[in-house]
């Protein structure tokens, strides 16, 4: 059994390693993973609009590529991530364009004649639009650059699917009748690649698209321009905003307002060793993510000394900074929303958004230090919810597509930020909870698999073969809202949900995304900090704990794993993951108390 003093020294360290993880303003950033799928975007991107000078930066790239090819000749999107077709593609297109004799040409070269079957500009479109299917928010930037370095031959335009671009003049409240193919934050992608895919493959002259597009494109060209942050980064992501710049750039408008802006984003996020990270910092929610990973204490009232006051004063004010006040101009969101940064390419989502509502409870040293606020958080969530009762990531309604459409751990995430406030609202915004509550439960019991596991939007595993989805991290999220919901109405969902995490620890102590998947820190953790502290479930929580605590080396050290999904399904990992949920963990098994919900 691992002793509670060994629980106790394993969370003192890990406690020490996060509190030095925050910057001099007093909160936390966390640091992607470097990127070759953004590296090589990246310098295809700069190459478009002018090479010559900046050719230093693209040469970095060039070597950064080239150090960082897998053993097999393909490329993942971190360091740490399986050859997948798609950042392979762009990579090697890349060098070919930029650095032709470049030794690793050849062996991606194999690698990709092994997956899609040759190197025919056919067949590669094929494979891209197979893997993507109906939704086209990646296929077509993956084709277009493509296209841009000649790898799909000389009529390589004509591969790229066309993007009705004109559709974006339309009011945005309209987009969700609309069915548009790519998702709710891709608005830049479809304007910027729907106009060069239009202006270098034009449809025939008697066709109306080609005039009716062409009349729009001033309007459109004037809301892309609006809606690009002052940082020029489209939601901080260098992938997004390379692919908007290098459309544009190769459509003749390399003196579009936006792609200067897109140049100046690009040569300022490149890291010293020549990478691209897919996003500048994920800074709201690894804040968010350390308070209540310092903070929360199963059945008890928060520890404060972790915090002195007027350190909870600073960060509390910082997140209340980075509330949106006014509407959204990427997706038109209302105020009351939080974004993933604090940068000004941040869009409100509803990850962030409860994460921050949890955060400013436990930071609050009254509830009226930030009750207005709070309201105005649970007021954005309750008008996000979708008719099926679940939570989407950006807009309501928008359901065509599956990064729109209502999931499972950004519903329990909003059910415990309700919970949580539950008591501090107003009578008339507690009946919307009340409602909202059941609807949501509703949904969970919907969405749960036949084996009692619940699957995430916005985390994977690459060990997972099939579907490369992450139930661990899905029904962790589930199983810890159940346990703190008003509503427990629903036991059995909660029971099977716990049975699942079970029955799904390997035989070393860990989690991975299932029984036979590697264990990591990150999956062990939150398995460990859904399961009780109570005797029903002793032997798999010492086990994990044994585990746990042998892997960070007793709190002080802390590899990431490829477990987050970003945009489009790309893989990243985030050095701050493990410390928080250890830290989480940790502090949940090592304060057991009477009042533990699931002993009463």
Same mark, same amino acid.
Request: net charge negative; hydrophobic share 40%.
């Given at each position: ?59 970095? &790239? ?45 062996? %991606?070269?194999? !690698? ?15 494979? *891209?639009?197979?893997? +993507? ?6 296929? *077509? ?43 709710? +934050? ?59 710049? /290098? ?11 936006? *792609? ?38 199963? &059945? ?111 519903? %329990? ?25 059941? @609807? ?13 596991? !619940? /699957? ?20 962790? /999220? ?13 036991? %059995? ?17 860990? !989690? &991975? ?16 900090? @859904? ?45 701050? +993951? ?15 108390? @009477? ?6």
């Amino acid at each position: 059994m691992v002793s509670r003093s060994e629980i106790q020294n394993a969370l003192e360290q890990t406690q020490i390693s996060l509190l030095a993880q925050r910057n001099e303003q007093g909160h936390w950033e966390g640091e992607l993973s470097t990127s070759a799928l953004s590296t090589a975007n990246a310098i295809v991107a700069l190459s478009c609009v002018d090479k010559k000078h900046h050719s230093d930066l693209i040469q970095k &790239g060039i070597d950064w590529l080239q150090s960082n090819q897998n053993e097999d000749g393909g490329w993942g999107d971190t360091t740490k991530s399986f050859s997948n077709v798609s950042t392979t593609l762009l990579c090697w297109s890349a060098l070919k364009k930029l650095s032709p004799s470049n030794p690793a040409i050849p062996e %991606a070269e194999h !690698w990709i004649i092994d997956y899609v079957g040759s190197l025919s500009p056919e067949q590669i479109a094929e494979t *891209v639009k197979a893997r +993507y299917g109906k939704d086209r928010t990646f296929s *077509v930037p993956i084709l277009m650059l493509c296209s841009i370095c000649g790898t799909l031959g000389k009529n390589g335009w004509k591969r790229v699917l066309s993007l009705p671009f004109e559709l974006a003049a339309f009011p945005r409240e309209w987009f969700a009748t609309m069915r548009l193919p790519v998702v709710s +934050y891709a608005l830049p992608a479809l304007i910027a690649i729907g106009f060069a895919r239009f202006t270098i493959a034009p449809p025939a002259l008697i066709n109306p698209l080609r005039w009716i597009r062409q009349a729009i494109w001033p309007r459109v060209s004037k809301l892309l321009t609006a809606i690009q942050p002052e940082s020029g980064g489209f939601l901080e992501a260098a992938p997004l905003t390379g692919f908007v710049t /290098m459309a544009l750039a190769s459509a003749g408008e390399k003196d579009h307002p936006v *792609v200067k802006k897109g140049v100046e984003f690009l040569v300022n996020s490149i890291r010293e060793d020549g990478s691209w990270p897919i996003d500048t910092n994920l800074a709201t929610w690894a804040t968010t993510l350390s308070v209540k990973a310092l903070l929360t204490q199963q &059945g008890t009232v928060p520890d404060l000394t972790l915090l002195p006051q007027h350190q909870r004063d600073q960060i509390r004010q910082w997140l209340l900074n980075q509330q949106y006040r006014v509407v959204h101009p990427f997706t038109n969101s209302p105020p009351g929303g939080w974004a993933w940064t604090d940068l000004s390419g941040g869009v409100p989502d509803a990850d962030d958004t409860p994460g921050a509502l949890l955060a400013l409870k436990l930071l609050a040293d009254k509830n009226e230090d930030c009750r207005s606020e709070a309201e105005a958080g649970i007021v954005w969530l309750l008008d996000l919810q979708n008719r099926d009762g679940g939570i989407p990531t950006f807009c309501r309604g928008w359901g065509a597509l599956p990064f729109d459409r209502s999931s499972p751990d950004l519903t %329990a995430h909003t059910l415990r930020a309700w919970s949580a406030w539950y008591d501090d609202c107003d009578p008339p915004i507690q009946h919307r909870i009340d409602q909202a509550t059941r @609807a949501a439960i509703a949904y969970l019991a919907k969405t749960q698999n036949s084996d009692g596991s !619940w /699957m995430p939007l916005w985390f994977g595993n690459q060990h997972r073969n099939r579907d490369e989805a992450n139930p661990t991290y899905g029904t962790a /999220m589930v199983t810890i809202a159940l346990r703190e919901s008003m509503y427990v109405s629903e036991p %059995a969902l909660l029971e099977s949900g716990l049975r699942w995490l079970k029955e799904n620890q390997n035989s070393d102590g860990g !989690w &991975g995304s299932g029984k036979g998947t590697p264990s990591t820190i990150e999956e062990t953790a939150l398995a460990l900090r @859904a399961l009780p502290a109570n005797k029903e479930h002793t032997d798999q929580v010492d086990q994990g704990l044994q585990w746990l605590i042998q892997k960070t080396e007793e709190g002080t050290k802390f590899p990431a794993s490829p477990i987050g999904f970003y945009f489009a399904k790309l893989w990243y990992f985030e050095k701050i +993951y493990p410390l928080v949920w250890t830290a989480d963990a940790l502090r949940h098994h090592a304060h057991v108390t @009477a009042t533990d919900p699931i002993e009463e």
